[in-house]
């Protein structure tokens, strides 16, 4: 499954020890001006308080509250500091940066404290709302489809992921869900399953004209076991079953649909995630790289490989507008119409119908320029510009583009 102000200002308040609290300064009573007219002097405003001194040492204790939901566990894993390491100047900023990336929080406030012959964290989060219904719907050419997602990003209070949902309408239905673990047991291993069950017509067009169609059926089961090698960067690697049963559109006069297919295999994926969770978008580097290539020993009908590289880069501009160049290639070889990547409606390539453009070679990049409306509770209303740019290979014909346009986004 696919997730985008300034840099937030990670402030860490501190008490200090052994402060007094100073008595007013006697005031002079109103002079009297001749004719008896009274005067006062003008109020000032009372100088800012400095901010309160950082302290550091070896951390003697953390405490956590706010947390009502998402469980001790998870926090304490996510700040990667504990009793008994060294607190510096930078690690209190550190820290909150760390618990916001985990998408779980409003505010984080971390403050320090003398705890023995070191130092005591107090650690206070707000929760947000992470069960999330996500309605669909889309029309286009008498195309209509709707639907309903439910994702829930605290599971259990342990920060595991669960989607499921599926989407319908005059073309045919789909069916998916996904579970994904971030850390199995507390540990540094992860794991991801995904289903998808689909029956929908699949239309190739060229200027409006449709010049390729069936009924695609398929089942589509994987996961992968994964490892945090470090905190940006996780290498996964598991099994993959897909079977295809094709037929030919329900129309007069269609073409006769590509054979029954199974393909049984393995994927391996790489993630980079070094981004800075924000106000609604992710400040910085996201790569990923999937190839999945079917095995004849495991049971495979046709030959399958896949390989899919992205890479996006954010960055804040005039405050609490974002900036987003994003990269992607695809490439597939085996059966040209079961394996074909659907293009069409999305990032890369937006300018063409959904799932209209085929291709066994895509490459495009995107510029992409968003500022934000409206910001209710569950939500941000964005305003965006961009432009697509790519060249498709399908069969024996190259198509290239380049597409701008403007959109709202929720």
């Not at 109103?30 to 005067?39: H, N, Q, R, Y």
């Not at 971030?182 to 992860?190: A, M, N, P």
């Not at 070889?333 to 895509?362: I, P």
Request: glycine share 10%; proline share 6%.
């Amino acid at each position: 499954m696919n997730t985008p102000l300034s840099r937030v200002l990670l402030l860490v308040a501190v008490l200090p020890s052994g402060a007094l609290a100073q008595e007013p300064r006697p005031q002079k009573p109103p002079e009297a001006a001749p004719g008896g007219l009274t005067l006062e002097a003008a109020a000032t405003e009372p100088a800012p308080e400095p901010e309160p001194e950082v302290l550091t040492g070896r951390i003697e204790r953390i405490d956590i509250q706010g947390n009502t939901r998402t469980r001790d566990s998870v926090i304490r894993q996510a700040m990667r500091l504990g009793p008994g390491d060294m607190l510096t100047r930078d690690d209190a900023a550190e820290l909150k940066r760390r618990l916001l990336n985990l998408k779980l929080f409003k505010s984080v406030d971390v403050l320090t404290r003398p705890e023995g012959s070191g130092v005591g964290l107090q650690v206070t989060v707000e929760e947000r709302w992470t069960l999330l219904p996500i309605p669909v719907f889309s029309s286009s050419e008498g195309r209509w489809q709707a639907g309903v997602f439910a994702a829930e990003s605290n599971l259990f209070g342990l920060n595991k992921t669960l989607v499921f949902g599926g989407l319908w309408g005059n073309r045919g239905g789909t069916v998916l869900s996904m579970y994904r673990d971030t850390s199995i047991g507390g540990s540094r291993w992860t794991g991801v399953v995904s289903f998808l069950f689909s029956k929908t017509d699949r239309e190739r067009r060229i200027k409006n004209i449709i010049v390729d169609e069936y009924t695609d059926r398929r089942f589509d089961i994987s996961g992968a076991l994964g490892y945090q090698v470090t905190p940006e960067l996780n290498l996964s690697a598991g099994p993959f079953f897909l079977i295809n049963k094709p037929l030919a559109a329900n129309k007069e006069g269609a073409q006769t649909p590509p054979p029954r297919g199974e393909v049984h295999g393995v994927s391996l994926s790489a993630e980079y995630l070094g981004q800075d969770f924000h106000f609604y978008f992710n400040e910085g580097l996201v790569a990923r790289a999937n190839y999945r290539q079917g095995l004849d020993f495991l049971g495979s009908s046709r030959e399958s490989r896949q390989l899919s590289l992205f890479t996006s880069y954010t960055l804040p501009v005039f405050g609490n507008h974002a900036l987003t160049l994003t990269a992607m290639h695809g490439q597939v070889r085996g059966d040209a119409f079961l394996d074909a990547q659907l293009l069409g409606a999305r990032t890369g390539s937006r300018g063409f119908e959904t799932a209209t453009l085929w291709a066994e070679t895509a490459s495009s990049a995107t510029l992409e320029y968003q500022v934000p409306l409206w910001s209710p509770r569950l939500m941000t209303l964005t305003a965006h510009a961009f432009v697509d740019v790519g060249r498709v290979e399908w069969k024996n014909s190259v198509l290239r583009y380049a597409s701008p346009g403007v959109g709202i986004r929720a």
